[in-house]
């Protein structure tokens, strides 16, 4: 199936010129204490991506009975629903994770990219738009998240995934981990260079103030 | 006593902007200034301070394992901690509504100056990170869980007003065009907590 450019446009402007983290500014708050290894990060994207989309497809298809004035407690319902099932899920098949990712699953229900694509898109359109500009956002927060979780875990602890990277060779050599990588700061460092970089690339997303 | 200790651990040591990005995204857009930055600290602070009492209260004599054992004992064995995300969230959105609506009938001014902050307050993953926070430490009493949320508040509304006044001072400063705005106050972000940090070590 061919997509249209406007569908396309949906799916794909997150994940640059849209971006929910960088340029939205969505959605950070349990975006970044989850970064400190690759595993979780992965975990967590693919956790916010699979809720965001079931839940801008479910307020879209009741966008035109849901009363204007109940609806934020309406959407946090259907948001928090889904997310107790991923929880669940989580702790059947993946109770690790689920242990690092701690409370952070639970505040998926307040990321603020669910809240805000809901109310910027899915009450204004169809179901099958407000699925891909679910996965669009959702694939635009991963992408943002597994970079921050390569870049920490690769210079904090040497590794990618649990499995060592660095060779044995180079410690001997007087290498030695950047402990300052697994604190939280540099989560907010390292978004802060990525959104440099991305701005002078994107010369029209620069602030004038 | 243990109170005050656990309200300064959680002012400085377990900021919840510094320690544990909660918040974050109102933290960022109102942080232009420092009289918004503090009215909507002090409505955090306030929700905070509510309802991670009343979640504590749902908690234990509702939703946990063995909590309805009140009612008599073929309830001992009751667990309803699945729904836990749902009631506190639902809380939580109807006591913004609440607080919000008393609000604006009681003084039309406050409402004013506080106006759209208050639905965001909902939202806020600062409120929900408190309750379940709450949830995860196992408080020994509602008044603990009430200082831990007050102490939470307070956090938040330091941080942000911190911020605020930094980045007035900001509009001043030749920052490199690409981190204008955004980019600087992430950084910025970043260093405060490093600054934070230094707080680790106290006991109280």
């Keep these: 199936m061919a997509l249209s450019n406007k569908t396309k446009a949906v799916l794909l402007g997150p994940l640059n010129k849209n971006n929910p983290i960088i340029v939205q500014v969505l959605g950070i708050c349990s975006a970044l204490a989850v970064t400190s290894k690759l595993e979780p990060a992965l975990v967590m994207a693919i956790a916010v991506t699979i809720v965001t989309a079931f839940s801008n497809v479910i307020i879209s298809m009741l966008r035109n009975t849901i009363p204007n004035r109940i609806r934020i407690i309406v959407q946090l319902v259907v948001v928090a629903t889904l997310v107790t099932l991923v929880s669940e899920v989580l702790k059947a098949f993946a109770y690790d994770v689920n242990k690092q990712l701690s409370v952070f699953v639970g505040l998926i229900v307040t990321n603020c990219i669910l809240m805000g694509r809901l109310e910027a898109f899915a009450l204004g359109n169809g179901p099958w738009p407000s699925f891909l500009d679910g996965i669009g956002n959702g694939l635009g927060y991963g992408w943002i998240l597994v970079v921050i979780g390569f870049v920490r875990e690769l210079l904090g602890s040497g590794t990618l995934l649990g499995y060592p990277i660095i060779p044995k060779s180079f410690y001997e050599a007087g290498y030695q981990n950047n402990g300052l990588m697994m604190l939280a700061p540099m989560a907010l460092l390292l978004i802060g260079v990525i959104i440099w970089i991305h701005r002078s690339q994107n010369k029209e997303l620069q602030e004038t103030a | ?204």
Excluded: H
């Design chain 2, 1 to 204: 006593m243990e109170a005050i200790s656990l309200i300064v651990r959680s002012i400085f040591v377990d900021n919840m902007i510094f320690a544990y990005f909660l918040g974050m995204c109102s933290f960022l857009a109102v942080s232009k200034n420092v009289k918004t930055a503090l009215g909507l600290g002090i409505a955090v602070t306030f929700v905070l301070s509510l309802t991670v009492p009343i979640n504590y209260m749902l908690e234990n004599y509702v939703l946990k394992a063995g909590a309805l054992e009140w009612l008599g004992e073929q309830f001992a064995e009751v667990d309803l901690s699945v729904f836990s995300l749902l009631i506190f969230i639902a809380v939580i959105a109807s006591f913004t509504q609440l607080v919000e609506m008393v609000i604006e009938r009681f003084s039309p001014s406050l409402y004013s100056s506080l106006g759209i902050f208050l639905p965001l307050i909902a939202v806020n993953c600062s409120i929900l990170g408190g309750s379940l926070f709450m949830q995860q430490r196992e408080f020994a009493d509602v008044g603990i869980a009430t200082a831990y949320g007050f102490g939470s508040g307070i956090g938040w509304l330091l941080a942000i007003v911190g911020m605020a006044a930094v980045r007035e001072k900001l509009e001043y400063s030749n920052v490199p065009k690409p981190l204008k705005g955004l980019g600087i106050t992430f950084i910025l972000t970043g260093l405060m907590a490093l600054g934070f940090m230094s707080f680790a070590g106290i006991n109280i």
